[in-house]
């Protein structure tokens, strides 16, 4: 089982125990190889109970990407501590990150898969877009607050959030699609940006 699952282990709702099941199988089987059987394997219920809440996998990915990122915003107001810069280099931390566990690894490129559904599928595509709304929303939220801490200069904190995170973002394709991704490089760089253009005189 996945050790950064984020649906409880212990509960008697069917839809969080197939929730957790999901994750548990992408981490595992990733997209391409994911079924509903496969799921199964982590289900601890009747597999028909899997039928009766969704139509196919699609169906199920949705709603668990939906509720993944209802889950994260819900989660935002409690990483609010520290000044503006202390949260901005947790982000970092956290996104750009040199090494993934296996793991964390698996489920990285479960959501690069996911992803690349949305080229073609407008249901990926808007559970993608409102998930980028919220983490650069909430960049833009931290750089704005730094301005006015007088922690940062005086910029766009949209343009600078978006330009964050899609760097991130091209980190999280890199790690998993190439064979030697320069992680500390970017992040390096990341720093220097942020040192450069954000920090304040």
């Not at 969080?16 to 982590?42: N, Q």
């Not at 970092?92 to 073609?120: I, W, Y």
């Not at 766009?156 to 394709?173: E, K, R």
């Amino acid at each position: 089982m996945s050790a950064g699952n984020p649906f409880p282990e212990d509960t008697e709702d069917t839809q969080t125990t197939i929730m957790r099941a999901t994750f548990d199988a992408l981490v595992e089987y990733g997209y391409a190889g994911l079924t509903i059987d496969r799921i199964d394997e982590f289900f601890p219920k009747s597999k028909s109970l899997l039928y009766h809440h969704y139509d196919g996998k699609d169906e199920l990915l949705l709603d668990f990407l939906s509720r993944m990122i209802d889950n994260r915003e819900a989660s935002i107001d409690h990483e609010m501590a520290g000044d503006a810069r202390d949260r901005l280099d947790r982000w970092l931390d956290a996104a750009v990150t040199p090494e993934l566990a296996g793991e964390e690894l698996g489920f990285v490129r479960a959501l690069v898969e996911l992803r690349a559904q949305a080229a073609h599928d407008h249901r990926y595509r808007e559970q993608f877009t409102r998930s980028d709304q919220l983490f650069r929303g909430w960049l833009a939220d931290i750089i704005a607050e730094g301005i006015d801490e007088g922690v940062f200069r005086d910029v766009d904190p949209q343009q600078v959030a978006s330009t964050i995170h899609v760097l991130a973002g091209g980190v999280m394709a890199e790690r998993v699609t190439n064979d030697d991704p320069h992680v500390a490089d970017v992040r390096a760089e990341l720093d220097a940006y942020v040192e450069a253009r954000l920090l304040a005189e």
